[in-house]
T-cell receptor, first 111, second 113 residues
Framework: KQEVTQIPAALSVPEGENLVLNCSFTDSAIYNLQWFRQDPGKGLTSLLLIQSSQREQTSGRLNASLDKSSGRSTLYIAASQPGDSATYLCAVRLRVGKSTFGDGTTLTVKP | DTEVTQTPKHLVMGMTNKKSLKCEQHMGHRAMYWYKQKAKKPPELMFV???????INESVPSRFSPECPNSSLLNLHLHALQPEDSALYLC????????????FGQGTRLTVV
């Protein structure tokens, strides 16, 4: 059974800081890994999708990396802004079946 | 257009009521999903539809009844719910195939009284 862990559970940083969120998974036979953002009481917004054959993906200030062999992915946020405050979830999709979500990291960026 | 639209946004229902949640997408996605999310927890998969056929039912109680009338619409019919069923219900879709991006709606906040 795939287990997905996100560390830290919560993170508070001052505006402008670069930061890294971590996602680890136990089964390396994955199709892809997707990072989402969720604002309180809202749905999930897709940030980045990394295929199993890829090492990283970039979108604006966001960069996600994937190391399948070690079962790890990181989401790097450059020059953080208060508007980045949200919960960040990673979801790992296995070759057969469904996606498994981590519990998320709640980020607060202070002005 | 990468939008998944869910209605209503909020719903309050009594334990004897019957109500339905609706989800719509026009991206041509043939895989559609219902998730349940409790506060401060990740989404939990409930149902998966593939080409309008139910492919995964995660042992969800029968008081939740999904329906996929066509390739753009997904419904979740609710009947005789319990207060512990109060949660955010999320719909998602993706193109068929494994290496595709999932898109989520904004959810329906359900309160059972």
């Amino acid at each position: 059974k795939q287990e997905v862990t996100q560390i830290p559970a919560a993170l508070s940083v001052p505006e402008g800081e670069n930061l890294v969120l971590n996602c680890s998974f136990t089964d390396s036979a994955i199709y892809n890994l997707q990072w989402f953002r969720q604002d309180p009481g809202k749905g999930l917004t897709s940030l980045l999708l990394i295929q199993s054959s890829q090492r990283e993906q970039t979108s604006g200030r966001l960069n996600a990396s994937l190391d399948k062999s070690s079962g790890r992915s990181t989401l790097y946020i450059a020059a953080s802004q208060p508007g980045d405050s949200a919960t960040y979830l990673c979801a790992v999709r296995l070759r057969v079946g469904k996606s498994t979500f981590g519990d998320g990291t709640t980020l607060t960026v202070k002005p | 257009d990468t939008e998944v639209t869910q209605t209503p946004k909020h719903l309050v229902m009594g334990m004897t009521n019957k109500k339905s949640l609706k989800c719509e997408q026009h991206m041509g996605h043939r895989a559609m999903y219902w998730y349940k999310q409790k506060a401060k927890k990740p989404p939990e998969l409930m149902f998966v539809y593939s080409y309008e056929k139910l492919s995964i039912n995660e042992s969800v109680p029968s008081r939740f009844s999904p329906e996929c009338p066509n390739s753009s619409l997904l419904n979740l019919h609710l009947h005789a719910l319990q207060p512990e069923d109060s949660a955010l219900y999320l719909c998602a879709s993706r193109k068929q195939g494994g290496n595709t991006e999932a898109f989520f709606g904004q959810g329906t906040r359900l309160t059972v009284v």
